[in-house]
């Protein structure tokens, strides 16, 4: 029960400090969230809403969808969107099981609100998701969440 209590306020501790936006770390594979889309630097056309856009949209409406339990990943923040995927679906299961197989369609910095957020889109064997994630700072390491696409 002791240890129980520690580690529900050490979460909350974690999860009620304020951290800045991220920024690729020096090496770091990832664009910054501010990066315009590939597409669009390519032809001057804004690419297509997807996945990444909308989860984006609906929880910027919902001001408490980051509170609750997730699976941290102790990885280093140079990690690439590569590392990651298979991290975090490593430690989550869904109503169909876990997701053996995964194809990452496609990655990308992103702002929810004021917070900026690595995602990607997955296609799995139980359907497609969307990974975020977030450097919390060495002693939390990456903060995630998978969604199903919808």
């Known amino acids: 029960m002791r240890a129980l209590r520690w580690s529900v306020l050490w979460w ?3 999860a009620c400090t304020k951290h800045d936006a991220i920024a690729p770390a020096p090496g770091s594979t990832l664009p910054a969230a501010d990066a315009p889309a590939p597409s669009a630097v390519a032809t001057g056309v804004p690419r297509a809403e997807d996945a990444i856009d909308r989860l984006a949209k609906r929880l910027a409406a919902e001001p408490m969808w980051e509170n609750g339990m997730f699976p941290r990943i102790a990885l ?3 990690s ?3 590392e990651l995927v298979p991290a975090a679906f490593g430690r989550v299961s869904f109503d169909h099981g ?3 197989r995964r194809t990452i369609v496609a990655s990308r910095s992103v ?3 004021e917070e900026s957020y690595v995602a990607a889109i997955v296609d799995t064997d139980v359907g497609r998701k969307v990974l ?3 450097w919390r700072g060495p002693q939390v390491g990456w903060w995630t969440r998978v969604f199903a696409d919808e």
């Open 98 to 100: 876990r997701a053996r």
């Open 111 to 113: 702002r929810v609100g």
């Open 76 to 78: 280093p923040e140079t």
């Open 12 to 14: 909350l501790a974690a």
């Open 80 to 82: 690439t969107i590569d």
């Open 132 to 134: 975020l994630a977030r």
